[in-house]
Each structure stands twice: as structure tokens, then as C-alpha cells.
């Protein structure tokens, strides 16, 4: 069964420096989303992304954050300055059509030091 | 309460035992899925449910959705070692993103 990729599955990084989150999204899908979890916390919605541009995006989604599908596999997620507060776990899904289900990622634990 | 709450926040239960978990909600929606989570692990999709849905099946897992509650139930039957996890209820709020409830946290005892 087709499943969404990310890398690395751990990533550790000195406050400030900037970050990259890789995603391979199932490959005829054409919604895709990122999400945070900080421990012990629920899922956050972060970014929703669709025919090439952001649909709707939550308050955390500063402008620290942005995404990309630099080619037809990946999306990014790119955090520019991180903050120890960044520390999470980031899920990437994606969706074939409305009313399908979201099929997530096994996430990338970031820590930030 | 917030959008996709559930309850309760643990349950612990007996192998072979059911499982029931409930998920309110507040706006209305396109649909309703169900997700679970084992330790420090991705979110697997059990069951998405439509609005226009009143209840569906997969395997030991049922799903009732009452919108005119705005809630929704999870039962887990004869329930083994291997379910134990934590299980989040999400809904689209009619938008492109989904909102997680703060999950149930199910442990079946051997």
C-alpha cells in the first residue's frame, strides 16, 4: 500500500539555525498537510496546500515557517529561525480527493538545543 | 469544549473486552475520521465516516457519527494487547484542515 515518506525521522538543531522537513506525499494525491505534535500535546494543524499555493494555514504558521513542492514528490516544510518552542513532532499527510481520509507520515521528531 | 474532544482521556480494559471511545465536536462537517497512535509513532487512518452517515464498519472496529449531536463513537470489540494505543477522532470543520481532538488513551490488559 502507497505510503507518505519523511525524513530524517530525527532532527536535532542549535536554536536559530534553520531547518528542513521532507515529505513524500502518496504519489496521486493532491492535498497535503502539515502538523505538529508537541509531546504529550494533541495534533496541531499547521498548513494545508493545494494546486500549488497554501489553502489555509493556522496561527502558529508564522513567518517563520513556509512550504514548497519543489518538484512532483516532495514537500517541505522549512522553519527559518527555529525557537526551542519548535520542538515537536512533525506530521506530513496527504489526501487524494475531498472526503477521503488524510494518510499520515511516521513524522520527524525535532529538538532543538 | 473544543472542536474533537474525547472522552474519556484513558481506558484501561481486560483483553477481549470492548472498547468505546466518544469524540464531540462543535462546527458542522464534511466528514469524521479516526486515528490511532502508538507511542511516539505516526497516526494510522481506522475509519473515515461522512456527514450523511450514520454508521460504518471495519473489521472489529464500529463507528457511529449523530450530527445532530455533533459527536461520535469508536467501539473497539473483543479487544487484544496489540490495540493498546492512543486513538484521536479529527474533523474537517467543512475546511481544508482537520482538527484533533485530545485523544483517548487505550491500555488492554494481557
Known amino acids: 500500500e502507497p505510503e507518505v515518506t519523511q525524513t530524517p525521522s530525527h532532527q536535532v538543531t542549535q536554536m536559530g539555525q534553520e531547518v528542513i522537513l521532507r515529505c513524500v506525499p502518496i504519489?496521486?494525491?493532491?492535498?497535503f498537510y502539515w502538523y505538529r505534535q508537541i509531546l504529550g500535546q494533541k495534533v496541531e494543524f499547521l498548513v494545508s496546500f493545494y494546486n500549488n499555493e497554501i489553502s489555509e494555514k493556522s496561527e502558529i504558521f508564522d513567518d517563520q515557517f513556509s512550504v514548497e513542492r519543489p518538484d512532483g514528490s516532495n514537500f517541505t516544510l522549512k522553519i527559518r529561525s527555529t525557537k526551542l518552542e519548535d520542538s515537536a513532532m512533525y506530521f506530513c499527510a496527504s489526501r487524494g480527493r475531498a472526503n477521503q481520509p488524510q494518510h499520515f507520515g511516521d513524522g520527524t521528531r525535532l529538538s532543538i538545543l | 469544549s473544543q472542536q474533537g474532544e474525547e472522552d474519556p482521556q484513558a481506558l484501561s480494559i481486560q483483553e477481549g473486552e470492548n472498547a468505546t471511545m466518544n469524540c464531540s465536536y462543535k462546527?458542522?462537517?464534511?466528514?469524521l475520521q479516526w486515528y490511532r497512535q502508538n507511542s511516539g509513532r505516526g497516526l494510522v487512518h481506522l475509519i473515515l465516516i461522512r456527514s450523511n452517515e450514520r454508521e460504518k464498519h471495519s473489521g472489529r472496529l464500529r463507528v457511529t457519527l449523530d450530527t445532530s449531536k455533533k459527536s461520535s463513537s469508536l467501539l473497539i470489540t473483543a479487544s487484544r494487547a496489540a490495540d493498546t494505543a492512543s486513538y484521536f477522532c479529527?474533523?474537517?470543520?467543512?475546511?481544508?484542515?482537520?482538527?484533533f481532538g485530545t485523544g483517548t488513551r487505550l491500555k488492554v490488559l494481557a
Open positions: 504519489s496521486n494525491h493532491l492535498y
Open positions: 462546527t458542522s462537517i464534511n466528514n
Open positions: 479529527a474533523t474537517d470543520g467543512g475546511t481544508y484542515k482537520y482538527i
